[in-house]
């Protein structure tokens, strides 16, 4: 997955580290904080789903933040508590996510909107956070992630955030469509399996072509199209056609 900028992360300053797509990312923190202060939050982190259309291959990733030398941290944090939640919500509804953090007045308040919000149980992290769910289907989805001590937003302000947030993820997908970054290497099998499917054949033909079961066969598939991070097989074909891997 590409991030903004090259390795995504941030200093303690909110400016890019690395160079490539710089201005972009500047121009994306810029927004991000101008949203983070309108609800009294300390820091953004922009959560991507990876792994395709594989169910159990699905992951969230940071791929931006102004989280500093902790970003890696909070992330692992963040995801390793909530992560899992955060993707089961994904699919099943857009309503923002709040939860309240670890410490006596650490919360995250909504009180006039709380019917239309999903309150994540539990106060697990050292810091309250409010998250809008982002789904642009087969373009990518994922979260836009607000924290701090006290997170105080109105309805209104929920409503604004969340059509921003949109915009912020159909611009760094954009980023990425422009400037694709190598896939992670196929397998000879992987590669002979896409071909076959690619030349219209069905997991069963393709299992007694090569003589593998039709298990083995649709995890090759699947592999191949997690590594294309496609989101089925139709578009891991075409992906292996653009990157010359089958033809």
Not at 215 to 236: E, P
Not at 237 to 244: C, D, E, N, P, T
């Amino acid at each position: 997955m590409v991030r903004i900028p090259i390795d995504g992360r941030f200093d303690d300053n909110g400016r890019p580290v690395g160079n490539g797509r710089g201005a972009l990312a500047a121009t994306l923190v810029t927004r991000l904080q101008a949203m983070q202060r309108q609800i009294n939050a300390r820091s953004f982190a922009v959560l991507r789903v990876s792994g395709g259309g594989v169910v159990l291959a699905r992951k969230l990733t940071c791929a931006l933040s102004n989280w500093g030398a902790s970003s890696e941290v909070n992330a692992h944090e963040l995801i390793s508590v909530y992560g899992e939640e955060l993707l089961q919500h994904l699919d099943r509804a857009p309503l923002p996510v709040l939860w309240d953090g670890q410490g006596e007045h650490q919360a995250a308040d909504a009180s006039d909107f709380a019917p239309f919000t999903h309150r994540l149980k539990g106060r697990k992290l050292s810091y309250s956070g409010i998250g809008f769910p982002i789904r642009l289907g087969a373009r990518g989805n994922g979260y836009v992630i607000f924290t701090g001590s006290y997170i105080d937003a109105s309805g209104e302000q929920i409503v604004d955030l969340h059509g921003r947030s949109a915009h912020v993820m159909t611009d760094m997908l954009a980023a990425d469509e422009k400037q694709p970054v190598k896939a992670e290497a196929l397998t000879d099998r992987e590669i002979a399996c896409l071909q076959m499917a690619g030349d219209g054949h069905i997991s069963e033909e393709i299992a007694e072509k090569m003589g593998l079961s039709v298990h083995t066969v649709n995890a090759y598939l699947g592999a191949a199209t997690t590594k294309l991070d496609s989101v089925n097989r139709i578009q891991a074909i075409a992906k292996a056609i653009r990157l010359g891997y089958i033809s």
